[in-house]
């Protein structure tokens, strides 16, 4: 049973900084490539970042570029992603990916003084 599971969201002062984490199960973690999405209220669930299997490319989306950086250690099943110089318009709910079936649960960021 393939399971992701996120953590580290929270509320965060805009400009700080947060570190996501999305633990995965159930499959050969070290094969796939990994992505984080997010969807704001009122909004459709968009690609933030994406990493491949090895770790040696990854995309980001053109709002988040140079702010945020995404990663993984296929030793750990784990993918991260490293939010600095946070802003409102981040406030979303983010989600973990693998391929078009496998999501998971979500975890809230929320960017407010």
């Known amino acids: 049973q393939v399971q992701l599971v996120e953590s580290g969201g929270g509320l965060v002062q805009p400009g700080g900084s947060l570190r996501l984490s999305c633990i995965a199960s159930?499959?050969?973690?070290?094969?796939?490539?990994m992505n984080w999405y997010r969807q704001a209220p009122g909004k459709e669930r968009e690609l933030v970042a994406g990493?491949?299997?090895?770790?040696?490319?990854?995309n980001y989306a053109e709002t988040v570029k140079g702010r945020f950086t995404i990663y993984r250690d296929n030793g750990k099943n784990t993918v991260y992603l490293q939010m600095n110089s946070l802003k409102p318009e981040d406030t979303a709910v983010y989600y973990c990916?693998?391929?078009?079936?496998?999501w998971g649960r979500g975890t809230q960021v929320t960017v407010s003084s």
């Open positions: 990916n693998c391929g078009v079936r496998y």
């Open positions: 159930g499959f050969s973690f070290r094969d796939y490539a």
């Open positions: 990493i491949s299997s090895g770790g040696g490319s990854r």
